[in-house]
């Protein structure tokens, strides 16, 4: 029964506001702030059982009063009031006690790759980044490009960004995989629709301290940058490209004119990129975890189709199709398919979690 498993954590609740007020407690400031944080983070889910039990309680009352005549319509009233409160109540509580991924908080590093299609799957790179960024803007996040490399016909060969805010990787980490785009290039004089590919890997931004890196492990070149950037790009030796030797992992940065600042961002990637492939690895070892997935296993499957001569965008994981596909991108509307993914997503660890 729900109400059980509620019970532990009223519990624990409890138990941490008596230490937090015991004297042995207040004296120490880093058990005291360790526990202050677990109430805080308890409080959510103890507030919802407080009031589903309270609920419980009082439908138990009214069904008891069933039987008296004198308090049967009294009672029948109770019931239609309260009797429907409990679906939604219980769905609420069902979510609050999902395993929170530890990455939800995180900031992200974006990046958004031309695949099959030469430069319309270039062109795509950019409108979806412009995508992304019109999203950001609603959602109050900053972007912080890291790295570009822009292709002849006016798209960009690859995107990399760093985005801030508040649950940015909780909503961009359904992003990560296959982007295929059908539309009639600008260059096709006969109207034909082609069809392009482009991938995107969402990683979470990791502080420094959390993954470490020989610098031995390291294979470090400088060289001169190329293409366009001002007078300076082409005569000073500003980009920087490291290689992982363990993994292979190469990053190159070469946006900014200083070679400092160019190692500093081709290191953070790096590092997002290290800890992106430690998830992955974790997650093909618990075959139980990587059922629950909607996006974090496999990166290499198509996950989502934009169709722009039937206004359509498709996400295949989910069998989601939506004829809106001009206001969702040039609007910033992703939630439009980012929510239903996140509601399956919930119901698939609701249901393997058997709550």
């Known amino acids: 029964m729900l109400a059980d498993k509620l019970t532990p954590f009223i519990n624990r609740y409890e138990e941490l506001g ?7 407690i207040t004296s120490d400031i880093k058990r005291m702030t360790t526990l202050s944080k677990e109430q805080s983070s308890l409080l959510p889910i103890v507030e919802k059982a407080r009031e589903y039990k309270a609920i419980l309680a009082e439908i138990a009352d009214a069904k008891a009063m069933l039987g008296d005549s004198d308090m049967f319509e009294m009672a029948k009233e109770e019931l239609r009031s309260l009797e429907p409160k409990i ?5 609420d509580i069902k979510l609050l006690l999902l395993p929170k991924d530890p990455n939800d ?18 062109i ?6 412009e995508a992304y960024t019109r999203y950001a803007d609603l959602k109050g996040w900053k972007i912080e490009l890291m790295s570009s490399s822009p292709s002849d016909a006016g798209g960009y060969k690859e995107i990399i ?6 649950q940015v990787y909780s909503r961009l980490k ?3 995989g296959t982007h295929r785009v059908q539309r009639v ?3 096709e004089s006969q109207g034909r629709v082609h069809t392009s590919a482009i991938t995107v890997a969402v990683m979470p931004e990791v502080d420094d301290v959390e993954i470490e890196i020989n610098e031995n492990d390291l294979k470090i070149d400088v060289m001169r940058s190329s293409g366009c950037g001002g007078q300076s790009v082409n005569t000073t030796d500003s980009a920087v490209r490291i290689t992982h030797l363990p993994t292979g992992l190469v990053v190159t940065n070469q946006d900014q004119k200083s070679q400092h600042k160019n ?3 081709a290191m953070k990637v790096l590092k997002a990129r290290l800890y992106d492939l430690e998830m992955q690895e974790a997650l093909a070892k618990d075959s139980a975890n990587r059922s629950a997935q909607v996006v974090t296993g496999d990166r290499s499957g198509r996950i989502r189709t934009y169709n722009y001569p039937q206004n359509r965008i498709s996400d295949h994981r989910i069998g989601l199709t939506l004829y809106r596909l001009a206001e969702i991108m040039h609007g910033g509307l992703l939630d439009e398919i980012i929510e239903p993914l996140i509601a399956d997503h919930q119901a698939k660890i609701v249901e393997a979690a058997g709550l």
Request: glycine share 12%; charged share 30%.
């Open 124 to 129: 795509f790179v950019g409108n979806l980044f």
């Open 105 to 122: 908080d995180r900031n992200i590093i974006v990046e958004l790759r031309a695949g099959a299609g030469g430069d319309e799957a270039a």
């Open 263 to 265: 190692r500093e961002k």
């Open 87 to 91: 679906p939604q109540l219980e769905n």
């Open 185 to 187: 290039p600008a260059t």
């Open 18 to 24: 008596e230490l937090l007020s015991s004297p042995d």
């Open 161 to 166: 960004a760093l985005i801030k805010g508040d």
């Open 174 to 176: 359904y992003e990560g």
